[in-house]
């Protein structure tokens, strides 16, 4: 299940940089990004609602936000990026 979920993941991101790029062009970097995280977020809740954990402690949260508040950075500058490279 945990090769599953990885793969999900990588293809995941790989289709958001490649829509993220394209969309940057046309649109204003920032907007992209925050589209991009709430996207992502729903996403993330609903599947977490589909396979429970059996306990979920407040450093599992912490560790979660700190890789959502990162992941958000990382977009920002990406989409950045590709929206004033050729």
Do not use: K
């Amino acid at each position: 299940m945990g090769a599953l979920l990885a793969l999900a993941s990588a293809v995941c991101y790989g289709v958001v940089d490649f829509a993220g790029g394209l969309l940057s062009r046309r649109m204003h970097f920032a907007v992209v990004t925050f589209l991009g995280q709430i996207g992502g977020l729903l996403l993330a809740v609903v599947l977490a609602s589909m396979v429970p954990a059996e306990a979920v402690r407040s450093t599992d949260v912490l560790w979660g936000a700190l890789s959502g508040v990162g992941s958000g950075a990382a977009m920002h500058f990406l989409n950045r990026g590709l929206s004033r490279g050729r």
